[in-house]
């Protein structure tokens, strides 16, 4: 349940994705997507994801000793945040401080985090097998944010230092248009 719980906050917090915009250089531009080129960005993050994983783990069983309750507490509102919180960092090539999002992508991101950290304090928190966590986890579960934020931001930037997506072919200005149904 709590997996399913985590996927549909997480779908709800980026269902206005698709009122985003990109950024402006991105438009001017226009690049054919280069599938080399997205797997070798996902092979270079992805790693970034994995070790803080680990570090949650680690957290969560070394430091604060967490039962079976805390630990799925603590996993539960780590990965919600990261998770929703990455796609600032994802969707441009800039700082994502200096790129605005659309703002009902940024209210609902901040909302199912902020419901992520509260549900365990709730009835319904209970009832998904959520336990309070103390104040000191939840800033320790803060700051294992911040830090995946800010690492993620830094491999992006030397990804894109690296492997420059310029030599990728400029996407055409005229498409054909699309065959109707039934035309012979």
């Known amino acids: 349940m709590q997996i399913l719980l985590n996927n549909l ?16 250089e991105i438009t001017e531009k226009p690049e054919h997507w280069d599938m080399r080129f997205v797997r070798n960005f996902m092979l270079f993050l992805g790693p970034v ?12 069983l070394l430091v604060f000793h967490a039962d079976e309750a805390l630990f799925q507490t603590g996993w539960f509102i780590e990965s919600l945040a ?37 549900l ?12 309070p966590p103390s104040a ?27 492997w420059s997506p310029a030599a990728a072919v400029p996407a055409p200005l005229v498409r054909a248009p699309l065959p109707l149904i039934g035309r012979s």
């Open 9 to 24: 906050l997480y779908d709800v917090s980026e269902m206005p994705i698709a009122l985003d915009e990109v950024d402006r």
């Open 49 to 60: 994801s994995s070790v803080f994983d680990f570090l949650t783990f680690g957290l969560l």
């Open 82 to 118: 990261t998770q929703v919180l990455v796609i600032f960092v994802l969707r441009t090539r800039r700082n994502p401080l200096r790129s605005r999002p659309h703002p009902v992508l940024a209210t609902t991101s901040v909302a199912v985090v902020v419901l992520a950290v509260v």
């Open 120 to 131: 365990p304090f709730t009835p319904l928190g209970a009832w998904f097998g959520f336990v």
């Open 136 to 162: 000191a986890f939840l800033l320790a579960i803060a700051g294992l944010t911040v830090s995946y934020l800010l690492l993620a931001q830094g491999a992006k930037w030397a990804f894109y230092r690296l």
